[in-house]
């Protein structure tokens, strides 16, 4: 299991793209800089406007461990460990963001890293992204179903598991996220979702679900950079 950095950032208008290649310049040259790994930029995505709050910018990253999470924190806001080039960066930028919501989160056994998405060939031109409520301290055992039957039944009516997540500073939510190869698959799954036969796996999935779910905020996004940049190779 890894541990990401999930970000939802509320950009300016017409400038996500601009906020995306920054930051994304910005980590993976430090990265290098570092001799550290590439595969830490899983995704930077814009939302698209019809599927919620809108201008909103969503990155992962991976981190890999604790301490690494723990060193990114510290070089953020320790004052003696602080990278002087990230206090630049994000000086420079203010004008690109009003703010946003981060949540520390650890992957599921089934989940692929960076390196195991782009190996699988895991990608798409819309990905669905969900924050998923459950019951205080249930997430687990949703988690455990999703992987179990779940993933399964999403990915025969036309998705991709990106990954699914569970929020280390919340009991009661995680993440998930499904890729679509073009926007027919992504129609083909909301159909099936929304109206597939009361006998399909989809279908009975969903009904399972409600075992544990007590609500879903759904995004629908467009990759800017997914498993690759000009920054992280």
Known sequence: MAIYLHELVNVVPTRADDYLDGIGEHHGTQRQQRSEAA?????????????????????LWQNGTWQRQAQALQSQFEPRAQNPELKKWWLANLGLRSGGFDRILESTPYSL??????????????FLHQIVRTRAGDVGDFLDAFGADGVAAVEGEGAQLVGAYRVCNHDHEAIVILAFRTPRDFARFSGAWHGGSA????????????????????????PR?????????
């Open 39 to 59: 595969n830490s930029m899983l995704g930077l995505w814009t939302v698209l406007e019809a599927s919620g709050t809108w201008p909103l910018g969503v990155n």
């Open 113 to 126: 890293d960076v390196a195991g998405l782009r190996a699988s060939g895991v990608g798409g031109e819309l």
């Open 199 to 222: 006998g399909s796996a989809l279908r009975r999935w969903r009904t399972r679900e409600d075992a544990w779910v007590r609500g879903k905020d759904t995004l629908l996004m467009k």
């Open 225 to 233: 950079w997914f498993l690759s940049s000009p920054w992280h190779p």
